[in-house]
């Protein structure tokens, strides 16, 4: 007799239509961004790809978003909303590394939650610890793109001493040196969501929007999105959102071939615009199981999603 297998996420049934969302942005760091990496003799390295080029041509190198640090700087933004004066992470007894993995979190719910053991945690306003059994939650939420547009080394600078580095009394600090992702870098960066509903979504939409200002390592930290006239006709953030059945809509994405700014804002807009393979002016375009936005109207239903998740939240 053959062995019965349950296919589950380990999520309950949703009582809402589940949608697929992407989102699509270029970046700019508005000053020198640490984006650390590596540690070599007496320096502080930042993440950097090659790109190999045609034959015959040189290899390229470029400064690196890395999607799973944009994802953690995602997650925390989440964990650290304020619900009443407490923490939404203190709420659910989550966090990093110890995600709950919890059914009605709404973190783990879209970033995946992972507790390879039993565990108890302590909760504000809850007297005794819980105990937590062992789940695995895969995240529906996934990041990518980030390799900058320019070809444009980091830049290297000396610091007095390291931070971590407590003054001693007959001790001086320790030099040591730095590198930075110059100012003005254009990054291309997508996040997808796989199957979530609306409610699901707004915490996504939250955590992208809050995190732009603590995107880096130690100070200055902090990014923005990039203000064009190429996408809509006017100065509107290079921002595309999407939400669908169907995956109707060509998707925006930029090599990292490219190092012309222009070309690459180019490329960016002509992809947005092109839906079942033609062009479309409008920069909201609907149909019946696909929708997208762009430029403000991107970023004004985002913000709207956003505020949604607060509002249910503070409940």
Partial sequence: ?????????????????????????????????????????????????????????????????????????????????????????EKFGCGIPHTCGQQNCPICRIFGAMLPSEIEVEIPNVEQPVKRSPVTYVGRLTHGGGTAVQEQAPAEKQRAMHPSNLRREGESPMPFKREY?????????????????????????????????????????????????????????MLVVDKYLSPLGSRPVISPHITDVDEALKRFSILAHTVQGQEQKEIHIKHERFERWMGNEALKILQEWADLFVQDMLK
Wanted: aromatic fraction near 8%.
């Fill in 1 to 89: 007799m053959a062995d019965k297998f349950k296919a589950s996420s380990g999520l309950p049934t949703s009582n809402e239509q589940r949608y697929h969302y992407d989102i699509y942005a270029i970046l700019e760091g508005p000053q020198e961004v640490y984006l650390g990496h590596d540690v070599a003799v007496n320096v502080n390295l930042v993440e950097t790809v090659k790109i190999a080029a045609p034959q015959g041509e040189r290899d390229i190198e470029k400064c690196y978003l890395s999607p799973t640090k944009r994802r953690g700087i995602e997650r925390r933004a989440l964990i650290n909303m304020d619900i009443n004066g407490m923490l939404l992470g």
């Fill in 181 to 237: 992702n110059e100012p003005g870098l254009l990054y291309p960066i997508y996040n997808h969501a796989l199957s979530v509903a609306q409610s699901e979504f707004n915490g996504a939409a939250y955590a992208f929007l809050q995190s732009l200002a603590r995107l880096g390592a130690g100070n200055p930290k902090g990014m923005a999105l990039f203000y064009s006239d190429v996408l809509t006709g006017a100065l509107e953030p």
